[in-house]
Structure formats: structure tokens, C-alpha cells
């Protein structure tokens, strides 16, 4: 063990007391399951499946769906594979209990103290554990490999800050990357950048670029169809603070068109739904709220669509989707494919560093709109509302794009499954 990774350990195991109490202090916050912190601990809920298992780790609600074509990968290579997937926000955890095939077990990722990861993998023994994009947690990738454990490093995806993070402290960096079984990065520089950390070079996999269209409630779209009727929608999904505003100050020049166009406001957290919706009423606007149980009718103008799951009905509805999160700096964007997958045109701020080479590659496909300000995005939105064939055209290069990506899930799948081996 390097001196670094020594002294992490040391200082998480001397802080290691006040996990509980800044556990309880998130859940009366609303950041945490209060009924489920013994997870953060080190304690699971639920018992292992007898046979062989992997553990699959993704950070949040980007990282834990895209690993979803993996889980069904998996699961249709080996019919008797035990699967646990762990994750750290509630978002994710009310998500993946939607989305989790019934042989798939989600868990709360336990707080990185060297007890509370020892006591997660003497439970659930994985044979293989497999961390996605960036999630690089030293005490639960040691307790796995000392209890015999493959690691793999998969869809990863490092920022620069991180790179020359870890660059201070090559020792630990050669440790901890050094001994992954498996690197399959999402780009050639991420490649390039793990390459100088001590990782291995196994080719490449960005779980961003596959997967299947979200889905959606037959029920519920057709209610919600029939709300509408023939009025366009302009969807701005994923909304962070301060996008919500700029939004509305662009709807506010094409809401008194004739064909009386929708804005669909889709936060990327829920609980920000009542906070918009004033902020809406503030302005002017005629404002219906879902998650509220308001009625969506012909005089809406900006229907909150603050519910969780429901991303895949409103890109089957909209002319155009703002994907949001790049608006401003320090988000880093969201997947755009989620929309291209249903021949939604899509339209995004330029702040997508977490998925630059998402964009860069539909952007070599003529298939994306970045925009740099209030004003473009209202050029977009009325082009839209307008003649909309050359978005048309776009979500049609997209959505071929996305279709492409299959295989490389299940070419990842068979070295995952080839590294298995079982823990004592």
C-alpha cells in the first residue's frame, strides 16, 4: 500500500464515528432514506443470492441508468448471476427501483470507511466488482480485492482536475488504478490520461452511447396527449437552478404565438417543482404542476413536469428538447441520447464536459444544436415551432447514431464474465 493510500485509510477510519450522525443530519435534510442507513454503513437490507455475483457501482442517476444495458448484458449471458448494484443518491435509488430487472438487487453504496466496506463485501462476497465512469473509492476497491474480488474500471471517464489530482500521488494512483483486472475507458485521451496513472489500456466502452429508449406509460401519455391536443411542446428537460429562468425568459417571447405552444419544465430534482412553478406564476405565466396533481389544459402555458421516471413521455411528445445542465458551468450536462433514441431533436447548452464525447460524436454526425446564449436558444425553439425538417433531419441522424452503439455492451459483458472468479 502506498503512503497516500495509508494515511486516506487512517483519516477515514479516525472519522469513521461521525458517519451516523451526518447520515441522520442528511436524512432530516431529505438527502438520504432515513429507513435505509444502515446501507450507508456497511449493513445491508437484503440477503446474497446463493452462486456467483457482481457488484456493479455507479455514482448517481447518469451513471447507475447507463449501466443498465450491462445489467440485462449480464443477465442474458448468465441466467444464474447474482447482481447487486449500489449507488449514492436517492434519485437514483427511486429510479432503479423502476428500472432493475427483478434478478438485479440495488443497495446504497456504504460511506468509504474501512469498516463500513469491510462489512459490505463479507456480505455480499462479490466475485467481480465493476465501478463505472469516475467512482473511485480506495477502501471498498481494497476490501474487494483483499476478499478475492476481480475489479473492473468501466465507461471511465476522468476529469482533468482529477488527473492532476492523482498525478500528485503516483504511488496510490499505481495502486489503486494499477490494479484494476479490467480498464475500459469512454475515449482515447481518458485512455491516454489512465495510461499515465498505471491503469491498463483493454480497449474502449462509453455505456452513455447504448441503451434502449426510456420507456413510458401508455396510460399516461395518451391522457396527456389528449391535454395537449395539436399545441407544439418545447420541453426543456433536466433543469438545474438558474436554467429554469432562462427558459422561461425565452418562452416569454413565443408563448402568444398562435399555435400556443407548451413549455414542459422537467427538473432534475423533484423537489425544486413547487419553487419553479412559482417562479412561473411570478412572471405571468398560466402554470399547471404535475407532481401537484394540477390540471394540464388548453389555457397551460408552462406545465412543472416534477415527477421522476416520466423523461421517456415527454420526449415522445415535444418538437425539441433543451437538454439542460449546460447552460452554466460546474454541471456538465446530461445525456442526450435519451431523447435521440426517440426521435426527439435535441438542443444543448455548451457546458458538457461530463459527456463530451457524446456530443462530439453527434456533432460529427450534423446531429446536435449547441447553443451559447438566451437568444440562440430562442432562434432554435422558434425554428421548431416553425419548419422544423432540418431538426427533423438531425433527430433522424441521431437516432441512427444511437442504434449503432449496441454491441460494444455485449462484447464488454464477455470480459467482464471471463474475469469472475470466486471470492473465499
Request: proline share 6%; glycine share 10%; hydrophobic share 50%.
Amino acid at each position: 500500500m502506498s503512503f497516500a493510500l495509508g494515511v486516506y485509510g487512517g483519516l477515514t477510519r479516525l472519522v469513521a464515528p461521525l458517519a451516523p450522525w451526518l447520515l441522520h443530519r442528511r436524512a432530516r435534510r431529505g438527502k438520504e432514506d432515513a429507513r435505509r442507513l444502515p446501507e450507508r454503513l456497511g449493513r445491508p437490507s437484503l440477503p446474497r443470492p446463493s452462486g456467483s455475483l457482481v457488484w456493479l457501482h455507479g455514482a448517481s442517476v447518469g451513471e447507475t441508468l447507463s449501466v443498465l444495458p450491462l445489467v440485462e448484458a449480464l443477465l442474458t449471458a448468465d441466467p444464474g448471476l447474482g447482481l447487486v448494484v449500489t449507488s449514492g443518491t436517492l434519485a437514483s435509488a427511486q429510479l432503479l427501483a423502476q428500472r432493475l430487472p427483478p434478478r438485479a438487487l440495488h443497495q446504497f453504496v456504504p460511506v468509504d470507511t474501512p469498516a463500513a466496506a469491510q462489512a459490505f463485501v463479507a456480505h455480499w462476497r462479490p466475485d467481480l466488482a465493476v465501478f463505472v465512469e469516475s467512482e473511485i473509492w480506495p477502501n471498498l476497491i481494497a476490501a474487494a480485492r483483499r476478499a478475492g474480488a476481480a475489479t473492473a474500471l468501466v465507461s471511465a471517464r476522468l476529469s482533468d482536475a482529477s488527473v492532476r489530482g492523482w498525478r500528485r500521488v503516483p504511488a496510490a494512483a499505481g495502486a489503486l488504478f494499477g490494479g484494476f483486472d479490467l480498464v475500459l475507458t469512454q475515449d482515447e485521451a481518458t485512455a491516454l490520461a489512465l495510461s499515465t496513472l498505471g491503469a491498463r489500456d483493454d480497449g474502449r466502452l462509453n455505456l452513455k452511447l447504448v441503451g434502449e429508449p426510456l420507456p413510458a406509460d401508455g396510460a399516461a401519455l395518451e391522457a396527456v396527449r389528449l391535454a395537449i391536443g395539436d399545441r407544439p411542446v418545447l420541453l426543456a428537460a433536466s433543469t438545474h437552478p438558474g436554467e429554469d429562468e432562462t427558459v422561461l425568459e425565452v418562452f416569454a417571447w413565443l408563448k402568444d404565438r398562435p399555435d400556443r405552444p407548451l413549455l414542459v419544465l422537467v427538473p432534475r430534482h423533484t423537489g425544486r417543482g413547487g419553487a419553479i412553478a412559482e417562479t412561473a406564476r411570478v412572471q405571468g405565466f398560466r402554470v399547471a404542476r404535475r407532481a401537484a396533481g394540477e390540471t394540464l389544459d388548453a389555457t397551460t402555458q408552462v406545465y412543472v413536469a416534477d415527477t421522476l421516471g416520466e423523461l421517456g413521455l415527454w420526449f415522445r411528445l415535444a418538437r425539441i428538447a433543451l437538454i439542460c445542465g449546460s447552460l452554466a458551468p460546474r454541471i456538465g450536462g446530461h445525456n442526450p441520447l435519451e431523447a435521440s433514441r426517440l426521435g426527439c431533436p435535441v438542443v444543448s447548452g455548451q457546458y458538457v464536459e461530463n459527456w463530451r464525447g457524446v456530443y462530439a460524436a453527434l456533432a460529427a454526425e450534423r446531429a446536435v444544436r449547441l447553443i451559447g446564449g438566451a437568444a440562440e436558444l430562442a432562434a432554435v425553439f422558434a425554428e421548431a415551432l416553425t419548419d422544423d425538417g432540418a431538426l427533423r433531419d438531425e433527430a433522424a441522424r441521431a437516432k441512427a447514431f444511437a442504434g449503432r452503439q449496441g454491441g460494444a455492451v455485449e462484447a464488454a459483458c464477455a470480459q467482464l464474465l471471463s474475469l469472475r472468479r470466486r471470492a473465499p
